[in-house]
Antibody
Framework: EVQLLESGGDLVQPGGSLRLSCAASGFTFSTYAMTWVRQPPGKGLEWVSVISGSSDNTYYADSVQGRFTISRDNSKNTLYLQMNSLRADDTAIYYC???????????WGQGTLVTVSS | DIVMTQSPDSLAVSLGERATINCKSSQSVLYSSNNKNQLAWYQKKPGQPPKLLIYWASTRESGVPDRFSGSGSGTDFTLTISSLQAEDVAVYYCQQYFSTPRTFGQGTKLEIK
């Protein structure tokens, strides 16, 4: 059974940093691209970033480009999202998801809450 | 960036009736190399992660009830629930994965009339 478990969400001050993790199990992690998606409170889903299985390719939403870095450790079956220069509008539940068939998101974690506030 | 626009923003349908949600992309999401539309539909309930319903615009994900169907090509797509059940109350999102950033629509809130 595919399982994704996010962690690392917390309350952080504006301008601060946070690293999210997503532990994967139940599939060959290194062969799948992985994605981060977020949902601010009361708002819709927002695609954040994607990384290829080998880490050769990474892409970001304009809203996080230059502040967030996606990475993975295939030896640990873990996906990461390093978030720097956090702003109030980064407050959201962050989900990791497994990509199949070119980009559809077939498996999701339960999410981790990031709150940016002073 | 490809802009995804859903209509309507909210929808109220009686139990057992058909629900139809539309999604329009600002440019074609048909991938010529495999002739497949790079378009997915998700269901989001409060307190739960999103759930994939449909990918490639019309392929139902394993385990999804057959009352859910997707159609369309190019820039215009539709999610249809043939006979609404109480458990279908949720917000529905389309998403294109033709190009990055892989944008979502704004969501359609589906309620029982």
């Amino acid at each position: 059974e595919v399982q994704l478990l996010e962690s690392g969400g917390d309350l952080v001050q504006p301008g601060g940093s946070l690293r999210l993790s997503c532990a994967a199990s139940g599939f060959t992690f290194s062969t799948y691209a992985m994605t981060w998606v977020r949902q601010p409170p009361g708002k819709g889903l927002e695609w954040v970033s994607v990384i290829s299985g080998s880490s050769d390719n990474t892409y970001y939403a304009d809203s996080v480009q230059g502040r967030f870095t996606i990475s993975r450790d295939n030896s640990k079956n873990t996906l990461y999202l390093q978030m720097n220069s956090l702003r109030a509008d980064d407050t959201a539940i962050y989900y990791c998801a497994r990509n199949l068939y070119g980009g559809s998101l077939h498996n999701w974690g339960q999410g981790t809450l990031v709150t940016v506030s002073s | 960036d490809i802009v995804m626009t859903q209509s309507p923003d909210s929808l109220a349908v009686s139990l057992g009736e058909r629900a139809t949600i539309n999604c329009k992309s600002s440019q074609s999401v048909l991938y010529s190399s495999n002739n497949k539309n790079q378009l997915a539909w998700y269901q989001k309930k409060p307190g739960q992660p999103p759930k994939l319903l449909i990918y490639w615009a019309s392929t139902r994900e394993s385990g999804v009830p057959d009352r859910f169907s997707g159609s369309g090509s190019g820039t215009d797509f539709t999610l249809t629930i043939s006979s609404l059940q109480a458990e279908d109350v949720a917000v529905y999102y389309c998403q294109q994965y033709f190009s990055t950033p892989r944008t979502f629509g704004q969501g359609t809130k589906l309620e029982i009339k």
